[in-house]
Each structure stands twice: as structure tokens, then as C-alpha cells.
């Protein structure tokens, strides 16, 4: 099969996002599926195999967001009716959603769509100055809107899900999260990274990786992170990543006097320097109460570190086993205890460190991209079906 994604956001912009759509591609190149990507151009990507660049403008409240330019991607249609494209995949609500739909209307195909963003809580964190009862309603029939335009919506896990059905969604919604690719579980050098940032060799290490984004819940973090050091002194907290929320953190930083031991170290090379900051941590800790699946922590738990985390959400499909994991309740002094606990006690963290481990080999990208192909293909056959019953048509011009 022939599957054109299209997306506001791909590296080098590091997401999540852009995570999972790598992940699938890769998955389904490997079993013989072809995968154009639609996605902004930035100013550093380097270039890939059937990734479309678009010319596109940075946003006034986050530059890291991208808006593509619209008439570009509709001028590539004569180019994809002669590519065969079999399905659309939007991955972004933007405007790779709309002209997604578009597309995929042109081309007769069917459009399917990955719910990779929480709206409730991404708006009260960029507008809150509104009222919450309003964003909830803004953000509930926003989505209700853009999944009836698809014929299927990916949910990444079960809470949401259960969520889209709660605001009235009808369409087919299919739990498909995304999986780990073998490269997420090869150890990277962790002492190596300690000597180039200095961090010394025994110092307790905690890290956070991610969008440095309000939406996130780092505040609650660094506030936490005041009783870990009055009970560690030498311990270190990591946040790895880079975004609109990093002023507002090194401001708060410095309030809680804990300028020292917080390292903001930006965004990090996911093939060599990623991996050797995965292990040079001794925990991973994590409160967004915003994500659809939480990938970041099975490529924590891939790298073997233990994970201490709050589950709301997507988090909570992956930490209701369990495995590999601490999960305590959004309270900084219940959060500072367990990670206390876990960074003082050997045994309990190797033991977790190898649960980790043996949870993430369950999450296969390999299976999980399987699964999608299986969507395509039915929508695909599905779409088939219809036009021979209908007769003989050409897609819709324009």
C-alpha cells in the first residue's frame, strides 16, 4: 500500500509526534508499505525518502510551531494522483488536518486520523485567562468536528479513548498506541554524559524528557524536587527538551533556590546523546496530565530506568501494571517521598530497572504497525467496494 501522512509538526522538532510517525514509518517500510510524509519545513531537517518539506511560518505563541503553507500542499494533488495513494493518515489537527481532508477527498481515498493531543488541557495551559467551562466546550466540539470528517479515528490508548466518546464521537475509534522500535533499547554511555556535563559519578540523577511546555506539569517538578534535595543534597534533576515553558522554569528555578541542580540541557540527539542521558539517570520522573499515550516512558523503562510518574490520562494505560514504575499521586510531598525511596534503596531499583525492561519488549513497533496496516487496508478495500458499487466516477475535482 501506498500512505501519504501529513502533519504540522516532524523532526527536527522532537515530540512526541514526531516520534510516532517515525515509528510507524520505519515499521511500515519494513513490511513493504510505502509512506509519503507531508511536513514543515524548518531550517536544519535533514532531508529523507518521500518526506514532502512545505515552506512554513513559526506561530506567535510557541516559534517551535509550525503553520504550512496551504497553497503549496494543495499544488502537490496532480503529483499524488499519479503516486496511487491508497490511504490519507492525518497526524495533526492544524492545517494538516484540513488539508488532509481535502486531499484525500480529491484523491477518492479514505482519511484516517491519530487524536494525539489532549485540547482540554492544551488550551487552559496557552489561554487560561478564559473560563475553563469554555475551553472544555470549545475544545470538546473542535473534536467532535474533525472526527466526523475522518472514517476512523487512532486513539493512542483506552482513557482516550473513553474520553472522545464522552464528548459525543461517533466515527470507529481504534486503540493503536505507538510501539518501540529496537533501537530504543541500546544502551547509550552514561558516564560519558555525566563527564561532559558535570555531573558527578555518584550523584543521585532524576530526568525528565520532553517538550519543555506549560501542558507538561514541570512546575509541579521543580516543587517537588525541593524536598528530594532537602533529603539528597547532591541529587540532580535533568529536563531534556526544549519549548515555550523554559523562561518560566529557570525563573521558578531560581524562587525555589534550586538553580544548581537543575540542568536544562535543550533538545538531544535521539541516536547518541539521547541514549547516554537515559543512562546516566537513576530515575525518570513525570506529571503531564496532557498525554494521549506517555511514549516517553516506555523508552525510559526501554533504556532500563525506573520510572517514577503520576497517571492521568494515556500514562495510565502504561502504568496500571505496575511494571518497572512508581506511581504516586500528584502531591509533591507523596511524589518526593517515592523518589526518595527509590533513589536510596539499591534493591528496589535494580528490580524495578529490570521489570522496566521486560515491560517495554511488550510494546512492540513491529505489532503495532501491523495493526495500522490492517486499518488502511480495510478502509481501503472498504473504499473499493463502494466506488465499484456505485459505478465508474472520478474523483472530485478542485
Same mark, same amino acid.
Not at 500512505?3 to 522538532?13: A, G, H, T
Not at 473534536?143 to 466526523?148: I, M, P
Not at 540523577?205 to 520532553?210: A, D, K, P
Given at each position: ?14 515530540? +512526541? ?21 507531508? *511536513?514543515?519545513?524548518? *531550517? ?13 511560518? +513559526? ?28 490511504? &490519507? ?5 492544524? @492545517?494538516?488536518?484540513?488539508?488532509? @481532508? ?8 479514505? @482519511? ?75 544502551? +547509550? ?15 543521585? @540523577? ?6 519543555? *511546555? ?26 531534556? +527538551? ?10 521558578? *528555578? ?7 541542580? &537543575? ?53 495510565? =494505560? ?56 490492517? &486499518?488502511?487496508?480495510?478502509?481501503? =478495500? ?17
Amino acid at each position: 500500500m501506498h500512505i501519504l501522512m501529513i502533519s504540522d509538526v516532524y523532526f527536527p522538532r522532537i515530540n +512526541g509526534v514526531s516520534t510516532s510517525i517515525q515509528t510507524f514509518r520505519q515499521e511500515l517500510l519494513r513490511a513493504g508499505h510505502r509512506v509519503t510524509l507531508i *511536513a514543515p519545513r524548518y *531550517a536544519d531537517e535533514t532531508e529523507e525518502t518521500d518526506v514532502i518539506r512545505i515552506p512554513s511560518r +513559526g506561530l506567535f505563541f510557541d516559534r517551535e510551531d509550525r503553520m504550512m503553507r496551504a497553497g503549496v500542499i494543495r499544488r502537490l494533488l496532480p503529483a499524488l494522483r499519479e503516486a496511487e495513494i491508497d490511504c &490519507v493518515h492525518i497526524q495533526t489537527p492544524f @492545517v494538516a488536518h484540513y488539508l488532509g @481532508v481535502w486531499l484525500a477527498r480529491r484523491l477518492g481515498v479514505p @482519511v484516517v486520523e491519530t487524536y494525539h493531543t489532549y485540547f482540554e488541557e492544551y488550551l487552559y495551559n496557552y489561554i487560561g485567562w478564559l473560563p475553563r467551562s469554555l475551553l472544555r466546550a470549545v475544545a470538546r466540539r473542535f473534536s467532535r468536528t474533525q472526527c466526523s470528517q475522518v472514517q476512523r479515528v487512532i486513539s493512542p490508548s483506552r482513557p482516550m479513548r473513553d474520553a472522545l466518546r464522552a464528548y459525543g464521537i461517533r466515527q470507529p475509534i481504534e486503540v493503536l498506541p505507538t510501539g518501540l522500535g529496537e533501537d530504543r533499547f541500546r544502551p +547509550g554511555d552514561g558516564r560519558g554524559f555525566r563527564a561532559r556535563h558535570n555531573i558527578p559519578e555518584h550523584a543521585p @540523577v532524576c530526568l525528565n524528557v520532553g517538550r519543555v *511546555a506549560h501542558e507538561k506539569n514541570l512546575d509541579f517538578l521543580l516543587q517537588m524536587f525541593v524536598a528530594v534535595r532537602e533529603r539528597l543534597p547532591d541529587a540532580i534533576l535533568i529536563i531534556a +527538551g526544549e519549548g515555550p515553558a523554559a523562561p518560566h522554569l529557570h525563573r521558578l *528555578a531560581r524562587t525555589l533556590g534550586i538553580t544548581d541542580s &537543575v540542568r536544562f540541557i535543550g533538545y538531544l540527539d535521539r541516536h547518541q546523546e539521547l541514549p547516554a542521558c537515559y543512562a546516566a539517570a537513576d530515575a525518570f520522573v513525570f506529571a503531564s496530565r496532557t498525554e494521549t499515550q506517555g511514549l516517553v516512558l516506555l523508552e525510559a523503562m526501554a533504556m532500563g530506568l525506573p520510572v517514577v510518574s503520576t497517571a492521568f490520562m494515556g500514562t495510565r =494505560d502504561i502504568l496500571s501494571p505496575r511494571q518497572g514504575a512508581l506511581v504516586p499521586e500528584e502531591d509533591t510531598t507523596t511524589f518526593a517521598e517515592q523518589l526518595v525511596w527509590l533513589l536510596s534503596d539499591r534493591g528496589l531499583h535494580d528490580r524495578l530497572a529490570r521489570e522496566a525492561r521486560e515491560y517495554a519488549r511488550e510494546w512492540s513497533a513491529a505489532a503495532m504497525a501491523s495493526r495500522m496496516a490492517n &486499518v488502511y487496508e480495510e478502509l481501503a =478495500d472498504a473504499a473499493t467496494e463502494e466506488q465499484q458499487a456505485s459505478g465508474p466516477h472520478a474523483a472530485e475535482e478542485g
